[in-house]
């Protein structure tokens, strides 16, 4: 089979297409033939070695896909040969054929086509975990949601809706915002704005309750000045690259609470996964919540693929097709 292999930590030019053996599904996996994969942030993070759980070389990127089930492993159940799944694998997705835990496995309604199925997995948990399991959201609150027109914010936008949510979003281009307000955000506003902080103040009289802090860096002290009293502040990424510096006492003028989200310790999380799946698979059978798909890549474009992400051009989830 095809794959993209990686032998030493880098950039995009370290992506090499190799021919690798198809592998076999071991007791409690499950083979499927990849039909999509959607490519995110932290799949970059992990090929330069700078993601948080650490890259063991060599080794085959890519943790979320969709794909037909090819073959079971001894002990599976409730999956069967031929059906569409999505699937949170950790790696080994940039690939024809990959196998991966039964538990990993997740269902697709019927609705959705394969790239959306590719599209689903780590943007929607993330969002349902960051805002109902540790943002405590509560119907009528405010949330506002940064990169509001990429994979995670398209899908942040969607699963903050169907809470109940007021959704304030932020982007770097109007046609980003442009998506958030067809997606439903209440409004939209650009993260350049240099009032950026009086607008939010004005929107909802005294800051928001939450906010789903993506970009890192100096913006960091600007996003905890954007927090109503006892507000939280969900940290799931750093895509400036930069340091934040935090004041703790800068927390306790307000009783804020700053949150980290790490979507990997919830996979092992039966429950929390089951409650996630409830919440979710409802909304998407019935077109409430659908996946934002954007540009796709032939998997042996991968390392364009990247730079596309990097340059931050893309809108909803970047898919490779092997």
């Not at 997995?121 to 943002?135: C, E, K, N, Q």
């Not at 982007?171 to 009032?195: H, I, M, V, W, Y």
Request: aromatic share 6%; hydrophobic share 50%.
């Amino acid at each position: 089979m095809k794959a993209i292999l990686v032998e030493k930590l880098g950039g995009p030019e370290v992506l090499q297409l190799a021919e690798l053996p198809k592998p076999a599904p071991k007791a409690g996996e499950v083979l499927v033939r990849v039909r999509a994969i959607g490519l995110n942030f932290a799949d970059i993070l992990a090929v330069r070695g700078e993601y948080l759980a650490p890259t063991r070389l060599p080794y085959i990127p890519g943790m979320e896909f969709s794909g037909i089930v090819e073959e079971l492993g001894e002990g599976v159940e409730g999956v069967q040969p031929g059906q569409l799944v999505a699937a949170l694998g950790g790696s080994g997705a940039f690939a024809e054929y990959t196998a991966v835990p039964a538990r990993a496995v997740l269902p697709v309604p019927s609705n959705l086509n394969a790239y959306e199925a590719a599209a689903l997995p780590v943007s929607f948990y993330t969002a349902f975990f960051a805002l109902h399991t540790l943002g405590q959201a509560k119907v009528g609150e405010s949330v506002l949601i940064q990169a509001a027109g990429g994979a995670l914010g398209t899908a942040s936008v969607q699963v903050a809706k169907a809470m109940g949510l007021q959704v304030i979003a932020t982007a770097s281009r109007k046609e980003k915002l442009e998506l958030a307000r067809s997606l439903g955000a209440d409004q939209a506003f650009l993260s350049s704005d240099p009032t950026l902080e009086s607008k939010v103040r004005q929107v909802t009289g005294k800051g928001v309750d939450l906010l789903m802090e993506l970009v890192g860096g100096e913006g960091f002290a600007q996003s905890l000045r954007m927090l109503a009293p006892r507000g939280r502040l969900l940290v799931i990424g750093s895509a400036s690259q930069q340091q934040a510096t935090l004041r703790p006492v800068e927390l306790m003028k307000k009783n804020l609470s700053v949150i980290g989200v790490w979507l990997a310790p919830f996979l092992a999380d039966r429950e929390a996964m089951l409650e996630a799946t409830q919440f979710l698979t409802p909304l998407l059978a019935t077109g409430h919540v659908k996946p934002v798909v954007g540009r796709v890549f032939p998997l042996e474009e991968a390392a364009q693929a990247f730079q596309y992400v990097l340059q931050r051009a893309s809108t909803g989830k970047v898919v490779l097709e092997p």
